[in-house]
Structure formats: C-alpha cells, structure tokens
C-alpha cells in the first residue's frame, strides 16, 4: 500500500536525550514536512523540504534537525536544546506544490518525563 | 489576528443532524482549501479539497468556499457517531510550501 509510515508511535525521553523520529513514503512525493500539534494551537511548521539534499526551516525549528539524503526519507532529531518536546508529531507529503493537496502520517507521540 | 480562525468546541449534535464546521481567513491569497479529519491519537485524514470559489460534494460532506467573505465551511449530513472528530480546515497559497491550519473543531454525534 501507498502511504506515509511514521516510527515509534510513542516515544519516552529523559531529559537531555536527543531522539529521532522516522517518516517514511513510497508515494514518490517530491516535498516532506514536520508538524508539532499541540492541544489548542494547532499545527506548527518545524522543517520542510521540497528536495533531496534540501531542507528549509519552518516556523518553530529550533531544538530540531532533519535530514533528507532520500526522497522517501525524512527523520527528524529532536535534540536536548528542545525545551518544551512533549508533543505529537507529524510527518507530511505533498506531490508537488501546484496540486496543494497535504498527506499525513499517523503521528509519533514524543513524552519527556 | 491568527490567519486563520477556527471556534474550538467542542460541538454536540445528536445523531442524524447536519453539521456545520466553519473557518475564517484573512489572507486573500489563499486559494487551497481542505478539511481535515482527525481521530484521537492519528494523523489527519483529508475530507474534501476545494480550489478556488464554490461548493464540492462527497457524499455526506459538502465544503463550501465564500472568497468575498473570506470563509468557508464543511457540511456534514446525516451525522453519524463515527463522525466524531476534530476537523481542521487548512489553506495555501498556489506555488508555495505554506499551508496554515485551524486549530480544529472537536465534534461529538450523540447516538
């Protein structure tokens, strides 16, 4: 099946610990994204990337880091300088930017205890 | 002023009845428009995708757009207990990455 597969679905983090969460897609899409959701603020643009080898930061980048050395690929690190990364995390798609229409993944959920 | 406005919730309706999820925008630049349904603990589902001005029917859900007005809505007919959801409406401007999301509208069909 074709789809966006996002990995661990939860996730448990000490403080100080960097983690990384895995989005992959076999829906040859050219762009990925990363949103945070948090209750009552909606989705916020942490890193996007419309290439390989290409990545741009969103509205909320600090404290993370991505890579995309594949198209179907695109992990995001959530690093210890993160202050606030309780969240849910989600992983995006679109086929290119003149169609607008934006896939998901089912989310990581990420807890620092 | 949020680009985009969406009332939170939550909305209790009971079964059977039309629903009526709306959003406001400022950006008349927007010319993408979707809804998104999201269950507890998933990833959003598109609904409906509308480019541009007017309506778009898909089954039970219709999505309206009012560019005048800067709003559109969802309509959800014959509401089941399975619809119960958050909805977020979301908007993009054509050749751009950008998408802004509403906060979402929690909604509750009664059985």
């Known amino acids: 099946d074709g789809g966006i597969t996002q990995s661990p679905k939860y996730l448990f983090r000490k403080e100080g610990q960097n983690v990384t969460l895995s989005c992959e897609q076999n829906?040859?899409?050219?762009?990925m994204y990363w949103y945070r959701q948090d209750p009552g603020q909606g989705l916020r643009l942490i890193y996007y990337?419309?290439?390989?080898?290409?990545?741009q930061k969103g509205d909320i980048a600090e404290g993370y880091s991505v890579s995309r050395e594949k198209k179907e690929s695109f992990p995001l690190t959530v690093t210890s300088a993160q202050k606030n990364p309780t969240a849910f995390y989600l992983c995006?798609?679109?086929?290119?930017?003149?169609?607008?229409?934006?896939?998901f993944g089912e989310g990581s959920r990420l807890t620092v205890l | 002023q949020k680009e985009v406005e969406q009332d939170p919730g939550p909305l209790s309706v009971p079964e059977g009845a039309i629903v009526s999820l709306n959003c406001t925008y400022s950006?008349?630049?927007?010319?993408?428009f979707m809804w998104y349904r999201q269950y507890s603990r998933k990833g959003p589902e598109l609904l409906m995708y509308?480019?541009?001005?007017g309506n778009k029917e898909d089954g039970r859900f219709t999505a309206q757009v009012d560019k005048s007005s800067k709003y559109i809505s969802l309509f959800i007919r014959d509401s089941q207990p399975s619809d119960s959801a958050t909805y977020l409406c979301?908007?993009?401007?054509?050749?751009?990455?950008?998408?802004?999301f509403g906060t979402g509208t929690r909604l509750k069909v009664l059985a």
């Open positions: 995006a798609t679109y086929r290119d930017v003149n169609t607008g229409e934006l896939f």
């Open positions: 829906l040859n899409h050219d762009a």
């Open positions: 990337s419309q290439i390989v080898n290409d990545f």
């Open positions: 950006n008349s630049a927007f010319q993408y």
């Open positions: 509308t480019y541009s001005s």
């Open positions: 979301a908007m993009s401007v054509t050749g751009t990455y950008k998408y802004i």
